[in-house]
Nanobody, 123 residues
């Protein structure tokens, strides 16, 4: 599975960005999908995840109510809609895929990673 993330950029606090992840997978719905991020000087952390069917989602507490993960299994794509952005959301965002359809918030459950896209939120 190859993943290509896009959509990052510079935005003011309170603004919105939409990240996209295009996947090359034979059966996209068989793969859990997730977003992780790594802020400068910090370890990579979980942001959001979705099961293969798209029915189940999970978010880290700091983004609940502001970020929305979605996927289109017909188009092999995943998105992360980010609203009410804060300076602490500044990070490189990575999309990831795992070899199971069950969602997970554990980094070790994801075998495939995109190249990352930088999101910078100015105050």
């Amino acid at each position: 599975v190859q993943l290509q993330a896009s959509g990052g950029g510079l935005v003011q606090a309170g603004g919105s960005l939409r990240l996209s992840c295009a996947a090359s997978a034979r059966t996209f719905s068989r793969h859990r999908m997730g977003w992780f991020r790594q802020a400068p000087g910090k370890e990579r952390e979980f942001v959001a995840a979705m099961s293969g069917s798209g029915v189940t989602t999970d978010y880290t507490d700091s983004v609940k109510g502001r970020f929305t993960i979605s996927r289109d299994n017909a188009r092999n794509t995943m998105t992360l809609q980010m609203n009410s952005l804060k300076p602490e959301d500044t990070a490189v965002y990575y999309c990831a895929a795992g070899d199971s359809a069950y969602y997970s918030n554990r980094e070790s459950d994801y075998a495939y990673w995109g190249q990352g896209t930088l999101v910078t939120v100015s105050s």
